[in-house]
């Protein structure tokens, strides 16, 4: 994790034409921040929901809707030897489900809420367990931030190697104050069912005590400035889970002033020091086409525009058209107007990107057209025409794909 292409997954040109294609926020800065976050540990008594055993629910639904309250009943009804059901019973008196009432089986309320449900409900006592809150205002982090393989929470070496990482260098932002313990209670009170599981929670959480020690680790994430198409300004930002804008952490990061405070000051040193006209000009000059200027655009980003005759096996890969190319902390947008060289570019990414998938249905493939065609600022093609233009540029394979899209069947 020596720097920021392999600490987020995914490179941050691609954030950039996301906001813009996607999201209709027209990029004008791109920030790589550590977003404060308490790892908090608690102990609890909780109730998690998991799908049923098949003969588990038989049984159940039996106690619950078939008027069926021993074991011999329950095993001629369903058909099952006395000793599986028994064995069965017994399993779930363990898990509180079923209780034995003067020689009657019945269910518990537990075990009654599990077939209304149709969720096999266990408790847990004493549980522990860590819980993510973002320490701007500390609301819960959706669980998306719970997963290892994707997500990683800064500490230590970790996090000093982020600050002084060099593509790009992220900046730390603080929180103004400690953990609030009464966030744990709004979570617990306040959290309807259909919020549990994207928060990453139980069915239930009781007699919550919080372990104390909460700990502070930073979140690594990408935050895009830029203008909305009604000509206001905004911001989107993007973790390490997908390249696509995290909804929890953009509203955080829109009403957290301290958050402003960090980026709008990295934006007087960039435009201080013209950092974004720098790097299109050492850009160009690495290419060998130092001959052209970077342009500035009236949002104060730049772009540069190239001929047709730039682009090519020997040239900018066309695949750079339309698209953001990112220097650090700064970014510029390369463009050409020959339509007929972008209708190139157009074939050459959709080459790319149904190469890269293993299986695409026609809706997906005309969605990812109709976004490349936008991006190209170029009328959107149908997939037959894409095949002819595929067949006529010796591209094989993508006319193959497109022609199993075409057929009728697809």
């Known amino acids: 994790m020596s720097d920021g292409r392999r600490l987020m997954p995914f490179p941050p040109e691609r954030v950039l034409e996301d906001a813009a294609v996607e999201r209709g926020l027209r990029p004008t800065r791109l920030h790589a921040l550590l977003l404060p976050v308490w790892r908090v540990e608690i102990r609890a008594t909780v109730t998690e929901g998991e799908d049923f055993h098949l003969i588990d629910r038989f049984l159940e639904r039996g106690l619950a809707y078939g008027g ?3 074991v011999a009943e329950l095993a001629g009804f369903f058909a099952l030897e006395e000793s599986l059901v028994a064995q069965a019973v017994r399993f779930l008196s363990r898990t509180g489900h079923i209780e034995e009432r003067g020689g009657r089986l019945a269910l518990t309320p537990l075990g009654l809420r599990s077939v209304q449900d149709d969720r096999r409900y266990v408790v847990t006592r004493e549980d522990r367990r860590k819980l993510y809150f973002e320490a701007l205002t500390c609301a ?5 931030h719970y997963d290892e393989r994707t997500v990683t929470m800064l500490s230590g070496d970790a996090l000093q190697k982020a600050l002084g990482g060099h593509y790009p260098r992220f900046t730390c932002v603080y929180p103004t104050s400690g953990f609030d313990d009464r966030a744990l209670t709004r ?5 309807g069912d259909k919020e549990r599981d994207r928060l990453n929670l139980p069915a239930a959480l009781d007699d919550v005590q919080n372990l104390g020690g ?6 690594p994430v990408h935050v895009v400035r830029g203008l ?3 000509g206001r300004p905004g911001l989107l930002v993007y973790g390490q889970a997908g390249a696509e804008p995290d909804r929890d952490l953009t509203a955080v990061c829109e009403r957290a002033e301290h958050v402003f405070t960090a980026i709008e000051t990295e934006e007087r040193e960039a435009e201080r020091a013209e950092a974004g006209r720098r790097a299109a000009e050492e850009w160009l000059q690495k290419q060998g086409l130092d001959d052209h200027r970077p342009q500035r655009r009236p949002d104060g980003t ?3 525009a190239l001929p047709a005759s730039a682009f090519g096996d020997d040239g900018v890969p066309l695949t750079r058209v339309g698209s953001y190319t990112v220097r650090g902390a700064s970014f510029f947008h390369v463009w050409c107007a020959a339509e007929n060289l972008r209708k190139r570019a157009l074939l050459e990414r959709l080459d790319l990107r149904l190469g890269a998938v293993r299986r695409i249905d026609r809706a997906g493939a005309e969605a990812l057209v109709d976004r490349l065609a936008r991006q190209l600022e170029l009328d959107v093609p149908d997939l037959w025409q894409l095949r002819k233009g595929a067949e006529n540029t010796g591209r094989e394979s993508l006319a193959a794909q497109l022609e199993r899209l075409t057929r009728p069947e697809a």
């Open 68 to 70: 069926l309250d021993t």
């Open 140 to 144: 819960p982090l959706a669980r998306t």
């Open 187 to 191: 979570l617990t009170r306040d959290t």
């Open 214 to 219: 909460e700990e502070l680790v930073f979140l």
């Open 228 to 230: 909305r198409e009604n």
């Open 302 to 304: 730049y772009s540069v």
